[in-house]
């Protein structure tokens, strides 16, 4: 038992430096060796783990998807909050905006990284509609919102999302604005919340 | 300028041909061959126009788009037309359904193909989101429909059926049909139209 918990506190150490030279000197500019150094640890140690820099990176997202979607899960799950306000943080744990993390969108957005990129999109889209979906049907309940089409609402909301903010563009470019403007408008109405009701519950996050 | 003419026509049986023989054959078991003895042309007059057989299958798809495009565009002028007609049949102009285009569904969702897959999304959404977009602030006029933000609304339904209904999944099956009803219902609620008054326009396109 030991053994297999020291490997996976390894594997973590491993992800936690790599993330950090990642977003410090860039994916390209960090080799293996920078990591090795860092770390200090025999090439044979890094290579039992991970077969290459790319299968880091992988791990790293993997890490970075699974957190944000226990985040979701547990803002879902707090039925003692209302619904307007879950839906609303739900949503925006998904947004990555710490320093580690940064250096990811950009590789995901490289034109060689499509495949990669829409597979990350499937896989988060699979994790959480169905996590958003249920506070849409607690809000159906409460009687703040209304749709016959809960689940496809939802859908349309989060792929629309994960496309159209998934860049490093500033947040207050007028541009930008307009756009989260306007895709918070449309997510009232497709969820049938009433007209500013989801905006003003965003509004405490961007203090 | 005959000369030109001639270069133009020779492309474009090319592109014919190869359409028939990658819808027919399928793209991976067609050769450059094939192509050369199906039309009764040397090699060098192939590959004066095209390097490859993927260059072919792009062109066929610029080709598709063009076309498409131009449809919508036909009938997003057509103001006789009352707009909540236009918004479906502008919209529907993009589906591919002839037997000699399905094949090109096929091969953009075959994971190596995600970056061109995306590329042809993205000028995809440049071009058509404008031409919508057009329809929806004519049907603001007529009273018909009723949104702040137009144009993010559109973005938001053209990026979502992109992808939703990109593919080759029968028509008919029930998971499929919950999901155009909730498309449809979802659109209405985004360009603020009457409930049901797209989906009544769109019903004469499937008899």
């Given at each position: 038992m030991r053994v297999v918990k020291e490997a996976e506190e390894r594997k973590n150490e491993i992800l936690d430096v790599s993330q950090r030279l990642f977003s410090t000197k860039g994916f390209d500019d960090t080799s293996i060796a920078d990591i090795l150094n860092e770390i200090g640890i025999a090439k044979g140690t890094l290579y039992y783990h991970f077969k290459s820099k790319e299968e880091i990176l992988d791990a790293i997202i993997d890490r970075?998807?699974?957190?944000?979607v226990l985040t979701a899960k547990k803002i879902a799950e707090d039925k003692s909050v209302p619904a307007v306000t879950r839906v609303v943080n739900?949503?925006?744990?998904?947004?990555?905006?710490?320093?580690?993390?940064?250096?990811?969108?950009?590789?995901?957005?490289k034109p060689q990284n499509a495949l990669m990129h829409q597979k990350i999109q499937d896989s988060l889209m699979k994790a959480v509609v169905p996590i958003i979906t249920e506070i849409v049907?607690?809000?159906?309940n409460e009687g703040v919102f209304k749709t016959d089409?809960?689940?496809?609402?939802?859908?349309?909301i989060l792929m629309y999302a994960s496309q159209a903010f998934n860049d490093d563009e500033a947040l207050n470019s007028p541009e930008k604005l307009k756009k989260i403007n306007g895709f918070v408008y449309n997510t009232e109405r497709i969820i049938g919340a009433e007209q500013d009701s989801l905006l003003k519950a965003l509004m405490p996050l961007f203090k």
């Amino acid at each position: 038992m030991r053994v297999v918990k020291e490997a996976e506190e390894r594997k973590n150490e491993i992800l936690d430096v790599s993330q950090r030279l990642f977003s410090t000197k860039g994916f390209d500019d960090t080799s293996i060796a920078d990591i090795l150094n860092e770390i200090g640890i025999a090439k044979g140690t890094l290579y039992y783990h991970f077969k290459s820099k790319e299968e880091i990176l992988d791990a790293i997202i993997d890490r970075m998807i699974t957190g944000q979607v226990l985040t979701a899960k547990k803002i879902a799950e707090d039925k003692s909050v209302p619904a307007v306000t879950r839906v609303v943080n739900a949503m925006m744990s998904f947004s990555v905006e710490g320093d580690n993390e940064e250096f990811v969108l950009e590789q995901i957005h490289k034109p060689q990284n499509a495949l990669m990129h829409q597979k990350i999109q499937d896989s988060l889209m699979k994790a959480v509609v169905p996590i958003i979906t249920e506070i849409v049907l607690d809000g159906i309940n409460e009687g703040v919102f209304k749709t016959d089409y809960p689940e496809e609402g939802v859908e349309l909301i989060l792929m629309y999302a994960s496309q159209a903010f998934n860049d490093d563009e500033a947040l207050n470019s007028p541009e930008k604005l307009k756009k989260i403007n306007g895709f918070v408008y449309n997510t009232e109405r497709i969820i049938g919340a009433e007209q500013d009701s989801l905006l003003k519950a965003l509004m405490p996050l961007f203090k």
